[in-house]
């Protein structure tokens, strides 16, 4: 099983809807919960970390659920610059290291 | 200018030859990484290094070497290029406060 799993998509999303991805985890001791946006042959970035009472920034919006080993994005009024590979990414108890999925591709469409 | 460099962008190259991609930043991080990316896999680390003095294996260290020349500088080599190394090479850092990583632009490696 992977440490990381994502649905790959793509989510297919019509401008200005609403649409919601998940992240589950296998490693129960991960500390720090992330999702790095990346564009196509561009490199990852932050777009928020996620704690454990949920945030929000904007039209995105985080959750954890560490009972169930999940994280959730949710993307409110979509634009077409939403189109991107969300990452979902995992940090351990220390040492900076991340364990990245493989990725879930939204594509917004007018 | 870019916080984070990487160069070459791009590189076409032999089996068997040696490769080495080069990493510089700015952002005065004492926190450098490697990673390599294949089409519909996450990103994996394959060595990192937490200040000039200290290299670390990651997840798929085997066929790559590195070198942190400097506290802006960690390169990374591939003595004996084989077409399963082609892939999307991206350098990051961090530092010491922080978990966020900041990228390059990556490298893209043919090696036919």
């Known amino acids: 099983r992977k440490e990381v799993e994502q649905d790959p998509g793509p989510f297919n999303v019509p401008e200005g809807a609403t649409v919601a991805f998940n992240c589950t985890y296998s490693n129960s001791a991960s500390q720090s919960f992330f999702w790095y946006r990346q564009d196509c042959r561009k490199e990852p970035k932050l777009l928020m970390s996620v704690y454990s009472s949920g945030n929000e920034d904007g039209r995105f919006t985080a959750q954890l659920n560490r009972a169930s080993q999940y994280i959730s994005l949710l993307i409110r009024d979509s634009k077409l610059s939403d189109s991107a590979t969300y990452l979902c990414?995992?940090?351990?108890?220390?040492?900076?290291?991340?364990?990245f999925g493989g990725g879930t591709r939204v594509l917004v469409k007018p | 200018d870019a916080d984070v460099t990487q160069t070459p962008r791009n590189r076409i190259t032999k089996t068997g030859k040696r490769i080495m991609l080069e990493c510089s930043q700015t952002k005065g991080h004492d926190r450098m990484y490697w990673y390599r990316q294949d089409p519909g896999l996450g990103l994996r680390l394959i060595y990192y290094s937490f200040d000039v003095k200290d290299i670390n294996k990651g997840e798929i260290s085997d066929g790559y070497s590195v070198s942190r020349q400097a506290q802006a500088k960690f390169s990374l080599s591939l003595e004996s290029a084989i077409p399963n190394q082609t892939a999307l090479y991206f350098c990051?850092?961090?530092?010491?406060?922080?978990?966020?990583?900041?990228f390059g632009p990556g490298t893209r490696l043919t090696v036919l």
């Open positions: 990051a850092t961090s530092d010491l406060r922080s978990d966020t990583q900041y």
């Open positions: 990414v995992l940090g351990e108890a220390a040492g900076n290291k991340l364990t």
